[in-house]
């Protein structure tokens, strides 16, 4: 493999630089059986952190962010990726453990890979992202909770976000009556309705001090930001009503109160795709294919952006300037 562009992370508390690494430094940094030339990532929240020098993402340095990545084998020693193959990953410790996306070369061990799915490619895949799995793993965790079309209201909060706007999107397509929470409705209105949306609600009332029990207003929901969202979104759900918790946005923290769970029979449901089975990433990117409109993620992926451009990109997504996903070109 000739020489590579990498975004590296140096050391702690040091600015992201653009660097012209060879594979012979890749060699030296990390194992695997397939090497992958990666073709495009995606900047999500944790990312944003991660080159933000924020503390608990990145765990070993010199690191490579970037928690996703999608692209070709280029070098296989095991059968079922073979040279050639459209592959992608994500979570998994990379760009926090190990070397990420933001590179136009990694070396993976084979358990890491997913086959992007027939009639897909690396830009679908990353367009979609760990954002649009999160999305497809909360949505599955309230049908196994119980949540079918016209039952009720599902609530969305984050919905200007990444995993915020697929999951408004999946919803709405599976035939749920989604509300959309965010805290720029004035500004995101069309886009949300957009992606199928039939209200919307600040993010000031979602996160107004709670009762214990308030009157029932969701079926299911998707909580991207917990804190005080998460508490309120608790205390409205419908009887026998399930959250799928997957964010922190907001706050890590929640004032909580066991009344809905005892009352009204309720279910808190986290989501994690960090450490997910490789069946559950596997059907959640089979789900993703079938479920997720072209339209829909046109909308919410709507920019591709360079490595050079990700370190500023970073910063507006934490301040909360961005919409929906940013689509990352590392090569090509
Ligand atoms: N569990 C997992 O495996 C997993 C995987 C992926 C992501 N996540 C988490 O899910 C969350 C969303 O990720 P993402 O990639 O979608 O991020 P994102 O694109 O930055 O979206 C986050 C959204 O949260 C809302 N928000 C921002 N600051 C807030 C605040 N202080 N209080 C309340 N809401 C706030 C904003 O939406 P509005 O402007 O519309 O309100 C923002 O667009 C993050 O916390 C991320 O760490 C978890």
Not at 117 to 130: E, I, L, Y
């Amino acid at each position: 493999m000739a020489d590579f562009q990498a975004l590296v992370l140096s050391a702690k508390g040091e600015a992201a630089i653009l660097r012209p690494l060879n594979a012979e430094t890749l060699g030296a940094l990390e194992e695997g059986e397939v090497l992958v030339a990666v073709s495009h990532s995606s900047l999500n929240y944790k990312d944003a952190l991660a080159l933000a020098g924020r503390a608990g993402i990145v765990r070993d340095y010199p690191m490579v962010p970037g928690i996703d990545l999608a692209g070709e084998v280029v070098e296989s020693s095991v059968a079922n990726f073979p040279v050639g193959t459209r592959v992608l990953a994500t979570g998994q410790g990379l760009g926090e453990r190990r070397w990420g996306g933001y590179s136009q070369c990694v070396r993976l061990p084979a358990v890491m890979l997913t086959a992007i799915p027939s009639g897909r490619d690396a830009r679908w895949a990353m367009r979609v992202g760990t954002a649009g799995l999160t999305a497809m793993l909360c949505v599955m965790a309230l049908e196994e909770a119980g949540l079918r079309p016209g039952t009720g209201a599902v609530a969305v909060s984050g919905a200007g976000g990444g995993v915020g706007g697929v999951a408004v999107a999946l919803l709405a397509a599976l035939g749920y009556e989604v509300t959309a929470i965010s805290g720029r409705c004035d500004v995101l209105g069309d886009y949300l309705r957009g992606l199928g949306a039939s209200a919307l609600l600040s993010r000031e009332e979602a996160s107004a001090a709670s009762r214990p029990l308030e009157k029932q207003c969701w079926a299911g929901a998707v909580d991207t930001v917990g804190g005080a969202v998460l508490a309120r979104l608790l205390a409205q759900l419908n009887y026998g009503g399930a959250v799928a918790a997957c964010g922190l946005a907001g706050d890590t923290a929640w004032s909580g109160n066991v009344m809905p769970f005892i009352l009204r029979n309720v279910r808190l449901q986290g989501v994690d795709t960090v450490a997910c089975s490789s069946q559950l990433r596997n059907t959640a990117w089979q789900r993703l294919v079938g479920d997720l409109s072209d339209a829909a993620l046109a909308t919410i992926a709507a920019e591709e952006i360079t490595l050079a451009e990700l370190p500023e990109r970073a910063e507006a997504l934490l301040s909360g300037k961005h919409r929906g996903r940013l689509l990352v070109r590392v090569s090509g």
